[in-house]
């Protein structure tokens, strides 16, 4: 069965420009959710999809955003990029979440530089 | 907010040793709690969950558990150099005003194992 998958792997971009990443789930799994890691603040909650709607966001600007489809594929988009925003974005999917069925299992991530 | 706390290390430990890797948690409903690996440029890997009381063995891993005390250890036998990573502690917890559930990472431990 094939992994989470993630692009772009690595890309660089220029403050105030914006960005849009890509994840596609383990197959049959619904929640999708992203992650922003730094070395300063660890793993960071971003948001979590399931079955196209957003069900759980974390405490980021609203420059952050996400989507789901149909197929459970995932996009997050992040505009008038700031420096502060190089990081590594992991992507991660579990079949549904929940209390104890939440194990989720990380795409390779996308490394974002922004200078 | 909830939190997970992590001693970030370095911790540093011979070859063929025993590693222990703790993790202490702020919500006391919290059901299930996740072990992952990460090597340095890399994305985490999952290496044990754990839900109920006790310990729970998975080769030369042991993931212990102690809701009363809110606390989660990973114990390493052997410990081989090709352990030395970060070890982050994820534990699942509702959140009130979603209604869903979401995974808090702690900042991770950077283990060495030194041969």
């Known amino acids: 069965k094939a992994g989470v998958t993630q692009t772009p792997r690595y890309l660089i971009k220029t403050r105030g420009q914006q960005v849009t990443l890509s994840c596609s789930p383990i197959?049959?799994?619904?929640?999708v959710s992203w992650y922003q890691q730094t070395p300063g603040q660890g793993l960071q909650f971003l948001f979590e999809y399931f079955s196209e709607t957003q069900r759980n966001k974390g405490n980021f600007p609203g420059r952050f955003s996400g989507r789901q489809f149909s197929n459970s594929r995932s996009e997050m988009n992040v505009s008038t990029l700031e420096l502060g925003d190089s990081a590594l974005y992991l992507c991660?999917?579990?079949?549904?979440?929940?209390?104890?069925?939440?194990?989720?299992?990380f795409g390779e991530g996308s490394w974002l530089t922004v200078v | 907010q909830k939190e997970v706390e992590q001693n970030s290390g370095p911790l540093s430990v011979p070859e063929g040793a025993i590693a222990s890797l703790n993790c202490t948690y702020s919500?006391?409903?919290?059901?299930?709690f996740f072990w992952y690996r990460q090597y340095s440029g890399k994305s985490p890997e999952l290496i044990m969950s754990i839900y109920s009381n006790g310990d729970k063995e998975d080769g030369r891993f042991t993931a212990q558990l102690n809701k009363a005390s809110q606390y989660v250890s990973l114990l390493i036998r052997d410990s081989q150099p090709s352990d030395s990573a970060t070890y982050l502690c994820?534990?699942?917890?509702?959140?009130?005003?979603?209604?869903?559930?979401?995974?808090?990472f702690g900042k991770g431990t950077k283990l060495s194992v030194i041969p």
């Open positions: 994820a534990v699942n917890h509702r959140d009130s005003g979603a209604g869903s559930y979401q995974l808090t």
């Open positions: 991660a999917s579990s079949p549904s979440g929940g209390p104890s069925g939440n194990t989720i299992y």
């Open positions: 197959s049959g799994h619904r929640s």
């Open positions: 919500d006391r409903v919290s059901q299930s």
